[in-house]
T-cell receptor, first 112, second 112 residues
Framework: DGGITQSPKYLFRKEGQNVTLSCEQN?????MYWYRQDPGQGLRLIYY???????QKGDIAEGYSVSREKKESFPLTVTSAQKNPTAFYLC???????????FGPGTRLTVT | GESVGLHLPTLSVQEGDNSIINCAYS??????FIWYKQESGKGPQFIID?????DKRQGQRVTVLLNKTVKHLSLQIAATQPGDSAVYFC???????????FGKGTKLSVKP
């Protein structure tokens, strides 16, 4: 089956630790995205990548980092510099351009 | 850049009634719009999209209407069912590379 997978579904970390969220897609999409969602809010773009080995900051990139070494994978690291990291994180992919984005199931990160 | 907003954060309807969820956008040059459905704890799912050269597009039990004059689009769900209970987002291209901009969402509750 084609799709996007995110792991783990739930993640708990202590404050001050970096944590990496996984995102993999087998849709052969060029573009991949990371969003953050807070309760009752819409999706805010953290980082996006239109092609392998290239990525751009979104609206709220501070405290986050990404890599895009393979077309299928776009991991997100939440660093200790992120002041309020507890949130629901969504990964998406699309053919290049502002077309329909396919979303993964999300990772709920809780930092205490 | 583009901004999109939904008119009502919540909507409650009786099972079997029709639902109408509204969305406004700011950029008159926007040429593509998407509606997503997000169930609790899951990633958003594509419902339907529409290009600006169309006024109306129909899917299974859903219709999207686009009024470019007033920069407004709506999602109509016919014969609303309990399984339609979710948060609905509209999205449109925005940003430097035309990434999708999401509204905050309308939470639809269906009363049995």
């Amino acid at each position: 089956d084609g799709g996007i997978t995110q792991s783990p579904k739930y993640l708990f970390r202590k404050e001050g630790q970096n944590v990496t969220l996984s995102c993999e897609q087998n849709l052969n999409h060029d573009a991949m995205y990371w969003y953050r969602q807070d309760p009752g809010q819409g999706l805010r773009l953290i980082y996006y990548s239109q092609i392998v080995n290239d990525f751009q900051k979104g609206d709220i990139a501070e405290g986050y980092s990404v890599s895009r070494e393979k077309k299928e994978s776009f991991p997100l690291t939440v660093t200790s510099a992120q002041k309020n990291p507890t949130a629901f994180y969504l990964c998406a992919s699309s053919v290049r351009g502002p077309y329909e984005q396919y979303f993964g199931p999300g990772t709920r990160l809780t930092v205490t | 850049g583009e901004s999109v907003g939904l008119h009502l954060p919540t909507l409650s309807v009786q099972e079997g009634d029709n639902s109408i969820i509204n969305c406004a956008y700011s950029n008159s040059a926007s040429d593509y719009f998407i509606w997503y459905k997000q169930e609790s704890g899951k990633g958003p799912q594509f419902i339907i999209d529409i290009r600006s050269n169309m006024d109306k597009r129909q899917g299974q039990r859903v219709t999207v209407l686009l009024n470019k004059t007033v920069k407004h689009l709506s999602l109509q769900i016919a014969a609303t069912q309990p399984g339609d209970s979710a948060v609905y987002f509209c999205a449109a291209p925005g940003g430097s590379q035309g990434n999708l901009i999401f509204g905050k969402g309308t939470k639809l509750s269906v009363k049995p």
